[in-house]
Structures are given as C-alpha cells and as structure tokens.
C-alpha cells in the first residue's frame, strides 16, 4: 500500500489519520454522554481524564491532517455519474462542504471543551505530562454555559459525521463506486 494518496486512492498517511480520529471522536463523545451514568469519585474521573485525553489527541490529530493535506493533497471525487446527477457537479460540492464542516467541528468542538474546564478553575491535564493551570477564576454560569455549547458543538460534530458516513455507504452500495473503497486500506489495487 503506498504512503502518499494517488490521484484515485488515499494513501496510508491520509487513511490511518481518518480511522484514528474517527475511534476517538467516538470514544470521546461516549465518555461525554455517559459522565453521569459513572459513579462519582474516582471512575469519573478517570472517565473525564480519558475524555480530555481523546479530545486533545482529536485536535493535535486534526492539525496533522490538515498540515499532511498541503503536501499531499486529497484525490479528487470519484466521477460516477447516477441518472441526471454528477459528482462534478452540486453532489460534490456537498460532499467538500461536509468535509469543511466537519474540519471545523473537530477543532471547535474540542476547544470549547477545553474553555469548559478553564471556567471551572481547572487545569488541564496534557497526555499525563504536564498540565495547563486554568487562566480564569471559577464561574459556574459561565462553566454551564460553554458546556452547553461543547455539547451542541459535539452532537453535531457526530450528526454531521453520521450524514458523511451514510453517504459513503449509499456510495458503495447505490451507486457502486470507490469512494469508500479507496479510503479502506488493502480492499483494491491502485488503478
Ligand atoms: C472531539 C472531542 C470531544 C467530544 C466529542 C466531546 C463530547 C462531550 C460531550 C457529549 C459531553 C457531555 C455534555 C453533557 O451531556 O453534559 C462532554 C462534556 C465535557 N467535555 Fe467534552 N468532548 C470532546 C473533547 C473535550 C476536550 C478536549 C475537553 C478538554 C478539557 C473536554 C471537556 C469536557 C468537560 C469538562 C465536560 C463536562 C463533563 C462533566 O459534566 O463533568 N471535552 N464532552
Ligand atoms: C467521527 C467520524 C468521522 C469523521 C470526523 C470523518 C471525517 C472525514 C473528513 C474530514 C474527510 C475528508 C478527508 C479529506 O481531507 O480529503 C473524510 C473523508 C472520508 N470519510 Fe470520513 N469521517 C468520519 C467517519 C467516517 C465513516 C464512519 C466512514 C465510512 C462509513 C467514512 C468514510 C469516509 C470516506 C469514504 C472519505 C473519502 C471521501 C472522498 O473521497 O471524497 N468516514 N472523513
């Protein structure tokens, strides 16, 4: 399997970097939802800890995609053509907007994350390193608030995705073509 994308696959880089951030934009949006349903105390600590963990290694991860994509820029769309509609055409602007989108997300939504746990007065906690004492004094309205913001940022960082990844199915299983094929490492040959 090469390490650069062609001009009709992603590369090793570009598909570890899409799967990786994927398990942990997942395991980080479970560990999220599921903060109440730990017994307080130490599991949920240790259960917030790993949420931050994941949500820091989203952004770090994010920043190295978007930096690999200017040497190594993505192949471009899959030419199907399905009845009157394209790929050039409006389908695939959608598809790059999608893409934005959720660029966008992936660093936003960890952000505010991040801003949560400052306006709690807390420091955060970087890989088990070292940690970034918090700027600000506590406020639990202004907590409360950029909480609620995290949590509509990370719904819909995850509704956004789902769109993406049904979309990438109806590729595969409607329209037959290797969208989601040529992001799955060993499924095909470069062709
Ligand atoms: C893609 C990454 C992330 C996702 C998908 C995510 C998702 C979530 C979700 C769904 C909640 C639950 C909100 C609720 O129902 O009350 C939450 C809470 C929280 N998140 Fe994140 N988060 C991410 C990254 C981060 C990062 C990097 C931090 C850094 C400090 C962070 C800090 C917090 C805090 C402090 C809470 C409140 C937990 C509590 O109630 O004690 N998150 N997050
Ligand atoms: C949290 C979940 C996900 C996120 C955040 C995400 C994010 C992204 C992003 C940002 C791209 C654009 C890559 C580029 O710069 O070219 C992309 C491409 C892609 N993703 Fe995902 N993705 C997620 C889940 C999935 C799932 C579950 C699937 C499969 C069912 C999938 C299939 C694909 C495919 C096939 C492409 C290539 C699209 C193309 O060739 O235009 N993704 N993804």
Redo the contacts with the bound molecule.
Sequence with gaps: MQIFNSPTRYGAVAQSLHWLVVV??IL??V???S??LLPKGPA?AAG?YT??T???L??VLTFARLLWRTVDPSPPAESTEFGDWSFAGWMGLGAKLAHVGLYVL?VA???V??A??FA?G?G?PVFGLFEIASPWSADRAFARDL?GI??LL??G??ALAALHAAAALVHHWVFGDRTLTRMLPGSDTDR
Excluded: F
């Design positions: 942990l934009v980080a949006w560990l999220g939802v903060d109440d949920q917030l949420h931050i994941a949500g820091l989203v952004i992936l939504a960890p952000l994350g991040i949560v746990q709690r807390r955060l909480k995290h949590e990370s719904h960082l995850l």
